[in-house]
């Protein structure tokens, strides 16, 4: 549906209340801080084994409470009617969450294994809260929270029809994004003069994490020249800055393919200028004293095993050993001749940690694996089948193809060049870091967010000229 | 002249309209045929499978026998995504119903041989015949399955030759092949039901027997292995 986008801006109340709130989601959403977790932490409280907390981040906090005040206001407002929702493929997913949940064997065991203990409301309380369903209820809720809600939030925010005018909020939400990506970029930096070992990780949990964000969001950010027009183009390219500093060489590598992605899209050399500089960055970089260097060291740690045992580094073999996944069990690791996990569906929504164990058979599951470094791809396929997968790949392609629609028909819009190479970028990193966790996950979601509010900016660009052009035709 | 002309066309665009017919229902068939396969003695589908049978079957009824079917029906994207869903799972109970198929023999794995289910190549076969119909009508959901499945199995080869450099590969070695040979056979056999699934929506009216059809086989299921099933050894 196409509608005319203007820039007025009711300044009553409750608007800036949902300005201030878009704001603080944005800059929470940039971070992987933990104020609560749910559960005991046994091995801090002395009892000798390790029990798995649910953390709760500040950026999930930030979305339900968001998610909360958006729901009273366009209540008050009665604007159920005016507001975007978000599309097909985002519930596609969700349902195929649910259908790989319930059609998981191993999940559905485990809750009549807990219930049958009990039985009754009791029993169904301890049945859901059982390890297996447990973790799929949570993930289906969080996917739900990050790919159904989150966008619909993003979207009705930035552009805002539910008072009958538009309000845009978008340059404040670019400019929100971009203070708090250098803000984390700020934070690493200082933890990487004062940790001299360990790789920085600006305000997320890990280094691996921390890289995902960087390169998915500096192709969104290096074509930031339109949106503050009193900025000298050149100060763009300093968003390339943050990749001389990655430790990860895949998330270097994909934020190379997203700038590639970004200049192809616009058909512009600056971008290939941009390359060149941080090539130089690289070369100082790596001219420092090597025995004191962080990146250079957790780089390095990348792509050289960990001992002398290991021939090659787990995260690798994990990847063949997850397609087993696809192997009938019966057929193949001794159990019940009925098959105890589908093609198709998967293991269970978050069960894929709880059943890649005996997926290794033969091969070599000495080291741990480095936190965030699974390949995304087989992990999804594993926990919610090739349904499941597909559902997440229709998903980002929907909005992709929003912003390809943008393009086309405003090639001098930045943002939707920015966005493809931003997902571009993410396509890439998360085959080496699964990039859907707390925190990223609603990145993703800013990014799937403005591809929309791209192309609804293309199509009233297009419209205000037929307009124009009818008008003076008169 | 031009009257010829038209006629002609108009007679072409009528014979190409039976045929698209033709192959919609031929799909439908094939689909349902699938199903009922299903309903065989060497299932034996796991208390999941009935549960998911009985939950599907109940949300089908929902999808094509209240007014929520019309949005179902004219949209093809959902209608494709939802058959396509409940196709697969029932395609993984009927392709361990049905015994017996080619035996091939793979370098990878020379002391034990592969065999090639009869209703995998009858997928396969669907897929070629119907190929006119889901060319013409392709989707973005069946785009995203062929997608999903290309990836995994970019990956898996990928993998496999590169820890092939490092490990020995054989059945009983540290690199086992039949992984492999697993994904990649699934990944044809579930691409070839995706194109299928695409034709069989491809037109409104093939579309809207699907919907009807797909709760009550999903009840058939439900109700012949619960009520009538042969003794089942629940897993462990």
């Given at each position: 549906?196409?509608?005319?986008?203007?820039t007025?801006?009711t300044?009553?109340?409750?608007?800036?209340?949902?300005?201030?709130?878009?704001?603080?989601?944005?800059?929470?959403m940039?971070s992987?801080i933990?104020?609560?977790?749910?559960?005991?932490?046994?091995?801090?409280e002395g009892?000798?084994?390790a029990?798995k907390t649910l953390k709760?981040?500040?950026?999930?906090i930030?979305l339900?409470l968001?998610t909360?005040?958006?729901?009273?206001?366009?209540t008050q407002?009665?604007?159920?009617?005016?507001?975007?929702w978000?599309p097909l493929?985002c519930?596609a997913?969700i349902?195929?969450?649910?259908?790989?949940m319930?059609h998981?064997?191993?999940?559905l065991n485990?809750f009549?294994?807990?219930?049958?203990k009990t039985g009754?409301?009791k029993?169904?309380?301890?049945?859901i809260?059982?390890?297996?369903?447990?973790?799929a209820i949570?993930?289906?809720i969080?996917?739900g929270?990050?790919?159904?809600?989150?966008?619909?939030?993003?979207v009705?925010w930035?552009?805002?029809?539910?008072s009958?005018?538009l309000i845009d909020?978008?340059?404040l939400?670019?400019?929100?994004?971009?203070?708090?990506?250098?803000?984390?970029?700020v934070i690493?930096f200082?933890q990487l003069?004062l940790?001299r070992?360990t790789?920085?990780?600006?305000?997320?949990?890990s280094?691996?994490?921390y890289?995902?964000?960087?390169?998915?969001?500096i192709?969104?950010?290096?074509?930031l020249?339109?949106?503050?027009?009193?900025?000298?183009?050149?100060?763009?390219?300093?968003?390339?800055?943050p990749?001389?500093?990655?430790?990860s060489?895949?998330?270097?590598?994909?934020?190379?393919v997203g700038i590639?992605a970004?200049s192809?899209?616009?058909r512009?050399?600056?971008?290939?200028?941009?390359?060149a500089?941080?090539?130089l960055?690289?070369f100082?970089?790596y001219?420092?004293?090597?025995?004191?260097n962080?990146?250079i060291?957790n780089?390095?740690?990348h792509?050289?095993v960990?001992?002398?045992?290991?021939?090659?580094?787990?995260q690798?073999i994990?990847?063949?050993a997850?397609?087993?996944?696809?192997?009938?069990q019966g057929?193949?690791l001794?159990g019940?001749p009925?098959?105890?996990?589908?093609?198709?569906?998967?293991?269970?929504?978050?069960?894929y940690?709880g059943?890649i164990?005996?997926?290794y058979?033969s091969l070599?599951?000495e080291?741990?694996?480095p936190?965030d470094s699974?390949?995304l791809?087989l992990?999804q396929?594993?926990s919610i089948g090739?349904l499941?997968?597909a559902?997440?790949?229709w998903?980002?392609?929907?909005f992709a193809?929003q912003?390809?629609?943008?393009r086309?028909?405003n090639p001098?819009?930045?943002?939707a060049h920015?966005?493809?190479?931003?997902?571009?970028a993410f396509?890439?990193v998360?085959l080496?870091?699964a990039?859907?966790?707390?925190?990223?996950?609603l990145?993703?979601?800013?990014?799937f967010?403005l591809?929309?509010?791209?192309?609804?900016?293309a199509?009233?660009?297009?419209?205000?000229k037929?307009k124009?052009?009818?008008?003076?035709?008169? | 002249m031009s009257t010829h002309?038209?006629s002609?066309e108009a007679q072409?665009?009528?014979n190409?309209?039976?045929?698209?017919?033709a192959?919609?229902?031929?799909?439908?068939v094939?689909?349902?045929?699938?199903a009922?396969?299903?309903l065989a003695?060497g299932?034996?589908p796991?208390?999941?499978?009935k549960?998911?049978?009985?939950?599907?079957a109940f949300a089908?009824?929902?999808f094509?026998?209240?007014?929520?079917?019309?949005?179902?029906?004219?949209?093809?994207?959902?209608?494709t995504?939802?058959?396509?869903?409940?196709?697969f799972?029932?395609y993984?109970?009927?392709?361990?119903?049905?015994e017996?198929?080619?035996?091939?023999?793979l370098?990878l794995?020379p002391?034990?041989?592969?065999?090639i289910?009869?209703?995998?190549?009858?997928v396969?076969a669907?897929?070629?015949?119907?190929s006119?119909?889901?060319?013409?009508h392709r989707?973005s959901?069946?785009?995203?399955?062929?997608?999903?499945?290309?990836?995994?199995?970019?990956?898996?080869v990928?993998?496999f030759?590169f820890?092939?450099?490092?490990?020995t590969?054989?059945?009983l070695?540290?690199?086992?092949?039949?992984?492999?040979?697993?994904t990649?056979?699934q990944?044809i056999?579930?691409?070839?039901?995706?194109?299928?699934?695409?034709?069989?929506t491809?037109?409104p009216?093939?579309?809207r027997?699907?919907?009807r059809?797909?709760?009550?086989?999903?009840?058939?299921?439900?109700?012949?292995?619960?009520?009538?099933?042969?003794?089942?050894?629940?897993?462990e």
């Amino acid at each position: 549906m196409k509608r005319e986008v203007s820039t007025q801006d009711t300044r009553d109340f409750g608007s800036r209340i949902d300005t201030i709130v878009l704001a603080i989601l944005i800059v929470a959403m940039c971070s992987q801080i933990d104020p609560l977790s749910l559960g005991r932490d046994t091995l801090a409280e002395g009892l000798g084994y390790a029990t798995k907390t649910l953390k709760i981040a500040l950026c999930d906090i930030a979305l339900v409470l968001a998610t909360g005040w958006f729901i009273l206001r366009t209540t008050q407002q009665k604007a159920w009617r005016k507001i975007w929702w978000s599309p097909l493929p985002c519930w596609a997913l969700i349902f195929a969450m649910i259908l790989s949940m319930i059609h998981a064997p191993n999940v559905l065991n485990g809750f009549a294994e807990a219930f049958e203990k009990t039985g009754g409301i009791k029993g169904i309380i301890k049945g859901i809260t059982a390890k297996e369903p447990k973790e799929a209820i949570a993930e289906i809720i969080q996917y739900g929270f990050y790919f159904v809600v989150a966008p619909l939030l993003f979207v009705n925010w930035i552009h805002d029809r539910r008072s009958g005018n538009l309000i845009d909020r978008k340059k404040l939400a670019i400019n929100a994004f971009a203070w708090a990506v250098g803000l984390n970029f700020v934070i690493g930096f200082g933890q990487l003069i004062l940790w001299r070992s360990t790789a920085p990780r600006g305000f997320w949990t890990s280094a691996n994490i921390y890289n995902v964000f960087l390169a998915t969001s500096i192709p969104l950010l290096l074509t930031l020249s339109n949106v503050n027009k009193a900025a000298p183009k050149e100060v763009n390219a300093w968003w390339t800055f943050p990749i001389a500093f990655m430790t990860s060489p895949w998330a270097i590598l994909s934020s190379v393919v997203g700038i590639v992605a970004t200049s192809i899209s616009q058909r512009k050399t600056t971008n290939v200028w941009s390359m060149a500089w941080v090539a130089l960055l690289f070369f100082l970089a790596y001219s420092t004293p090597r025995s004191s260097n962080a990146i250079i060291k957790n780089r390095n740690e990348h792509l050289r095993v960990g001992s002398a045992t290991e021939v090659v580094k787990k995260q690798y073999i994990e990847w063949y050993a997850a397609t087993r996944w696809s192997v009938p069990q019966g057929a193949d690791l001794g159990g019940s001749p009925q098959q105890l996990h589908h093609f198709e569906t998967g293991v269970g929504p978050g069960n894929y940690q709880g059943n890649i164990g005996p997926y290794y058979g033969s091969l070599p599951n000495e080291e741990k694996m480095p936190p965030d470094s699974n390949n995304l791809y087989l992990v999804q396929a594993v926990s919610i089948g090739i349904l499941g997968l597909a559902a997440l790949i229709w998903m980002s392609t929907h909005f992709a193809h929003q912003a390809r629609i943008a393009r086309k028909l405003n090639p001098d819009d930045w943002l939707a060049h920015g966005l493809l190479g931003s997902l571009c970028a993410f396509a890439v990193v998360v085959l080496f870091h699964a990039g859907i966790v707390r925190g990223m996950s609603l990145v993703l979601a800013f990014v799937f967010a403005l591809c929309i509010v791209a192309r609804e900016t293309a199509e009233a660009k297009v419209a205000s000229k037929e307009k124009n052009f009818s008008e003076k035709m008169i | 002249m031009s009257t010829h002309i038209h006629s002609v066309e108009a007679q072409h665009n009528t014979n190409f309209a039976k045929w698209e017919n033709a192959l919609s229902l031929l799909a439908v068939v094939s689909l349902s045929a699938i199903a009922f396969t299903a309903l065989a003695n060497g299932a034996r589908p796991t208390t999941a499978d009935k549960l998911t049978f009985f939950v599907l079957a109940f949300a089908g009824l929902i999808f094509a026998f209240t007014p929520l079917r019309h949005r179902i029906e004219n949209n093809r994207e959902a209608a494709t995504f939802w058959i396509t869903s409940v196709v697969f799972v029932i395609y993984s109970l009927s392709r361990r119903s049905i015994e017996g198929g080619i035996e091939i023999k793979l370098a990878l794995l020379p002391d034990t041989p592969q065999i090639i289910s009869y209703i995998s190549l009858a997928v396969c076969a669907l897929a070629v015949l119907t190929s006119p119909l889901w060319w013409k009508h392709r989707t973005s959901w069946t785009g995203a399955v062929l997608s999903a499945l290309a990836i995994v199995t970019i990956i898996s080869v990928a993998i496999f030759m590169f820890l092939a450099k490092f490990y020995t590969v054989g059945e009983l070695e540290i690199l086992d092949p039949l992984p492999l040979i697993e994904t990649l056979r699934q990944c044809i056999e579930f691409g070839a039901l995706a194109l299928v699934c695409c034709a069989a929506t491809a037109l409104p009216t093939s579309r809207r027997l699907m919907l009807r059809i797909l709760p009550l086989l999903l009840l058939t299921l439900w109700a012949r292995h619960t009520f009538a099933a042969a003794p089942v050894e629940e897993a462990e």
